[in-house]
Nanobody, 123 residues
């Protein structure tokens, strides 16, 4: 089992920045890929960014150039630096992990999920 705990969400204005953190614990040795997904009110959960411990990063087009995913393998923590936030970035942000090396954008490919952290961007 892997436990994922997100933090860092909040209420900000358009154009502001936030940094989310996701701390993993438990059986993390098989955790090869971590990702951030987000779910806006009334919408399906969608992929935002992923990082592979062996190297590699992927972004959704909607966040590319504004968000940066990074990780500290020694701390089993992944971060999402979000700059130039827009009202449409308002969502609950979830951290997820999978045992595979492929940086999937599909929810079903991830084995463990955190409980989410709310990000609200006002105009």
């Amino acid at each position: 089992q892997v436990q994922l705990v997100e933090s860092g969400g909040g209420l900000v204005q358009a154009g502001d920045s936030l940094r989310l953190s996701c701390a993993a614990s438990g059986r993390t040795s098989g955790m090869l890929t971590l990702a951030w997904f987000r779910q806006a009110p009334g919408k399906e959960r969608e992929f935002a960014a992923a990082i592979r411990w062996s190297g590699g990063i992927a972004y959704a087009d909607s966040v590319k150039g504004r968000f940066t995913i990074s990780g500290d393998n020694a701390k089993n923590t992944v971060y999402l630096q979000m700059n130039s936030l827009k009202p449409e970035d308002t969502a609950v942000y979830y951290c997820a992990s999978r045992r595979g090396n492929f940086m999937s954008r599909m929810l079903g490919d991830y084995d463990y999920w955190g409980q989410g952290t709310q990000v609200t961007v006002s105009s």
